[in-house]
């Protein structure tokens, strides 16, 4: 199906993502994406809608699209001169000269003109016209597709108090109906406070923003003239293609993914995996797009443009992320999708019991204009995609990737983590340790050439140790050959012989030795078996200990062999160990845990991904298989075992702020409406509380950028 990603422009609040999203399954679209705080807009086309029906569908809405399928936005939106601080500005001058003459117009003489209605009137026209042309229009066409947002409130707030002014002009009892400063002073409150709110929501999405600004840079690149001597051309690193050749130097940023082809470097690859020392690179080494050299020289070879790039990956993992909802918000959800037509029935029901009660129409009108002005449904809707967008690009920023938000919530609730053995609690950097061939037919270089033909086809860390150390040119080749997970590699050459290398189940059968990392088998025949050694990770230790710290119980779960697992358990401090255990046997295994209590899963081979999958939270290496990282919700980045405390951290904190969020949204509606209810706040008051309200929920965000989360 093809995946449909837009730049969304005029959602104020979840109730505007709430209509979009609304609109697009009406429409029969599919996995539905809308965060109204960044304003993207993903999901996947069905059916015979065209993009043209569907984008006219969402602008008769009241929405506009701004960018489409990653293409960038016409001109970066800037909070200084954004489009809202621009009506701010508009509606600030002659609100002030109204609000001046109301409360300062018994201490300053601004003289009879300024009091004059219609001077007031003529005041208050062109902040009204402003108002209406941005709040009334969207408010009109989210009315007419039956989907309030909002701007209705707004529009029906000001619109009463400019109406109830009005009629005071016209029917000659102006001095009973002066409320021009009201109506004007909601609408240049409001546009202060989607100011403020932009600004706020802005500064959630800045660890992102670092990111995207990586990707746009310039590069060096290396031609050849007619007599090949190279030549050097600075372009843009969106014209890059793969195969192209590029010189980095010395302070650079690198452009683009690529293999270094000549020359070391050493490289600050923070932005991309969170490790602020550099490390060195050289020659057949890659090189992350986004990294800044420190010191070296470079030739290059791109190997990845586009979407198909580190950091373009990582971007749009993050932003597909922070567009989904955790359970967390389906609740918040639910409340808004009713909340306009709740407040507008509890305005009305204010107006007639405040009527009935004062007998003062002045005094009903404007404690119901208070209560229109100071509901805000954006809170709830801003709870949630605000922590969200914090958690997230921190943890980008750190190295830590989210599949979805459902991660980050589902961690505050893990209260055990299962380790796989290799290459996870060790380094998977092996070396062969010692092997011997138990069959008198067969020489140390056939032995040799036979494991190397059958391991090069797997990625497996044993598998490559041995490709690496025994390449050679007298290699086998094979009618067939494929990896069973769990055993190891089986083949069969073109004169029907079968071979095997692998663990010590596929001879089990044939030798009573069953101690060492891999057996090699041809037929029937065991042909001999090889040691390899690995050491335990540096930062292994200190993981165990800040679980146990967290009274986080910890598990070992391996294919490897009970003693070597029982040394490692007890050198580390796990005391439940799993052992020889196959891809079937860990996913039983993951199923029962889950049963007992919510259960993480950490691995990084292809025997891992079954159980990474069934796992509360799978955690895999970014050096891990493929299919291990495809599997996994969380992926840490350059050998990232040391960022799980960090990954557990920003899940239970970024919850925890949610949950502030979500506390501080709900608490500000049900205490605001009453007392504005009652008359304790006016329509000016009840504005600028609005936008503020906003402001305390990205501010309270914002917190997690600098706040330890270990």
């Not at 060492?516 to 090889?530: A, D, E, F, I, P």
Request: hydrophobic letters at 45%.
């Amino acid at each position: 199906m093809a995946v449909t990603k837009w730049k969304v422009g005029g959602m104020d609040c979840s109730t505007c993502a709430l209509n979009i999203h609304r609109y697009l399954d009406k429409e029969g679209m599919k996995n539905i994406r809308v965060n109204f705080a960044t304003g993207d807009v993903q999901f996947e086309q069905t059916g015979t809608r065209t993009e043209e029906f569907l984008e006219k569908g969402i602008e008769n809405l009241g929405y506009t699209i701004e960018g489409k399928n990653n293409t960038p936005v016409a001109a970066e939106k800037s909070n200084r001169y954004s489009p809202q601080l621009i009506r701010f500005l508009l509606c600030l001058p002659p609100t002030l000269l109204l609000l001046f003459s109301h409360t300062l117009g018994g201490w300053i003489n601004f003289g009879e003109w300024l009091h004059n209605h219609w001077v007031q009137l003529g005041l208050t026209i062109p902040v009204y016209a402003i108002g209406m042309h941005f709040f009334g229009a969207s408010a009109w066409k989210s009315i007419r597709n039956r989907m309030p947002n909002m701007n209705v409130l707004i529009t029906l707030g000001a619109t009463a108090a400019f109406v109830y002014s009005l009629y005071g002009s016209f029917s000659g009892q102006a001095e009973n109906f002066m409320f021009y400063e009201t109506a004007a002073t909601i609408i240049t409150l409001v546009f202060l406070g989607n100011y403020l709110e932009d600004a706020s929501i802005a500064s959630t999405q800045r660890a992102l923003q670092q990111l995207v600004k990586s990707q746009k840079v310039m590069a060096t690149m290396i031609a050849f003239d007619d007599e090949h001597r190279e030549q050097y051309f600075p372009v843009e690193n969106t014209q890059l293609h793969v195969g192209d050749l590029i010189l980095i130097k010395t302070g650079e940023q690198v452009p683009i993914d690529c293999k270094i082809l000549w020359g070391e470097l050493h490289v600050n690859e923070s932005i991309i995996t969170g490790e602020s020392l550099p490390v060195r690179r050289m020659a057949k080494d890659k090189l992350i797009g986004g990294s800044l050299v420190t010191d070296g020289t470079v030739k290059a070879q791109v190997t990845a443009t586009g979407e198909d790039t580190v950091l373009s990956g990582i971007i749009q993992l993050v932003k597909e992320a922070q567009g989904e909802k955790p359970p967390v918000q389906q609740l918040a959800d639910r409340i808004s999708a009713i909340f306009i037509p709740t407040v507008l029935a509890v305005a009305a029901g204010c107006f007639i019991l405040n009527y009935l009660v004062v007998s003062d129409l002045e005094t009903a009108l404007l404690r119901s204009i208070a209560v229109l002005v100071i509901a805000c449904p954006c809170a709830m809707g801003l709870a949630t995609p605000a922590a969200i967008a914090v958690g997230l690009g921190r943890a980008a920023r750190s190295g830590i990737l989210f599949r979805n938000a459902k991660s980050l919530e589902l961690f505050q609730q893990i209260g055990q983590v299962v380790f796989d053995k290799t290459g996870t609690l060790t380094t998977g950097q092996f070396e062969i340790g010692n092997f011997q061939v138990t069959d008198s037919t067969t020489s140390p270089e056939q032995f040799k050439a036979l494991a190397y033909s059958l391991e090069k086809f797997s990625n497996h860390p044993i598998a490559q140790c041995i490709s690496k150390t025994w390449k050679t040119k007298d290699e086998l080749q094979f009618k067939k050959i494929e990896e069973v997970k769990g055993l190891g590699m089986l083949a069969t050459d073109h004169e029907g012989n079968t071979y095997s290398i692998g663990s010590w189940k596929t001879v089990q059968e044939l030798t009573e030795d069953l101690s060492h990392n891999l057996y090699l088998k041809k037929n029937n025949t065991l042909l001999g078996w090889v040691d390899v050694t690995d050491q335990l990770r540096p930062e292994a230790q200190g993981v165990i200990n800040y679980l146990h710290r967290k009274k986080i119980k910890t598990i070992l779960l391996s294919g490897d062999t009970l003693a070597r697992c029982e040394k490692l358990g007890q050198q580390l401090g796990i005391g439940v160990i799993y052992a020889e255990k196959s891809p079937a046997d860990k996913l039983s295994i993951l199923e029962a845990l889950n049963q007992e209590k919510p259960t993480a899963m950490v691995g990084d081979g292809i025997n891992d991904a079954p159980a990474l999958a069934k796992a509360t939270i799978g955690i895999s290496m970014n050096d891990a298989s493929q299919l291990a990282v495809q599997t996994a919700q969380v992926v840490l980045m350059n050998h990232g075992l040391k960022k799980l405390p960090a990954a557990l951290g920003l899940g239970r904190h970024t919850y925890l702020t949610i949950k502030q969020n979500l506390f501080w949204a709900f608490a500000y509606n049900v205490i605001a409406i009453p007392v504005a209810a009652v008359g304790y706040l006016t329509p000016t008051i009840g504005a600028l509380v609005m936008g503020l309200s906003d402001v305390v929920l990205a501010i309270n965000s914002v917190r997690l950028f600098v706040k330890r989360v270990e």
